[in-house]
């Protein structure tokens, strides 16, 4: 496991009030299987009993051929996140070789390597109810982007299966992590190196943000050029 990724699992253990995560995970290869209504009805399926089987609640998801999005909080008996979403892979990944076995789909890849997903996912803390909205509406128009559709309600593949409002947000109560609050003492420009991985949205133009209102978007960053997030 490289070093990135170990850091990003670290964010496991980010504490708010019953954080927000947002998930990327794609597919072993990137390879384009993902794109019909039978596969998308086996995630639905497994995202809505996640909160009985693993204490995890689903929110909104947004499925692409070879990867998807999705958001989730987890309940007081929540298993931990890395132990969800590899119980989360292996069910998926049974229900949908049975599902491209029956529908004729050709994937050699599945056939030569026998593994659907990567090893890895990409998981981030979202910080409010508004960073929510936020992320959701840059994931929703993935499918434009993509050149899949030209609106993003005509994409059939993106939802939501329950609320998963942050709880607990109290006007003066601070919930921000405790990574949060330490970066943001040192308020300091975040360094020349770093600008250049990150995205051309970030650029150097941010940097003279905070590190700590910075720190979490390299990682997502880094995570990109590694080929985990989407």
């Known amino acids: 496991m490289t070093s990135v990724h170990k850091h990003l699992r670290r964010l496991e253990r980010v504490w708010l009030d019953s954080p927000i995560y947002f998930i990327t995970t794609c597919i072993f290869e990137r390879r384009p299987i993902l794109g019909s209504r039978g596969i998308a009805a086996i995630f639905m399926q497994e995202w809505r009993t ?63 390597s026998r593994t659907l997903w990567q090893e890895e996912f990409f998981d981030h803390v979202l910080r409010s109810n508004e960073s929510y909205s936020q992320k959701w509406e840059y994931v929703k128009v993935n499918p434009i982007r993509a050149g899949l559709v030209k609106k993003s309600d005509d994409w059939p593949f993106h939802g939501q299966i329950e609320s998963v409002d942050v709880v607990g947000c109290f006007p003066n109560r601070d919930h921000r992590s405790r990574l949060q609050r330490g970066l943001l003492a040192c308020r300091k420009p975040l360094p020349k190196p770093l600008t250049s991985i990150l995205s051309p949205q970030v650029g150097e133009a941010e ?24």
Do not use: N
């Open 50 to 112: 996640a909160r009985q089987r693993h204490g995890w609640a689903i929110g909104r998801y947004a499925i692409m051929p070879d990867h998807v999005h999705f958001f989730c909080r987890a309940e007081l008996s929540a298993k931990p996140l890395r132990i969800f979403m590899q119980k989360w892979k292996q069910w998926t990944s049974k229900r949908i070789a049975r599902e491209i076995a029956v529908a004729g789909i050709d994937d050699p890849g599945l056939k030569e």
């Open 207 to 230: 940097s003279s943000r905070p590190l700590s209102m910075l720190v979490l978007d390299v990682y997502y960053a880094v995570t990109l050029r590694r080929g985990v997030g989407c």
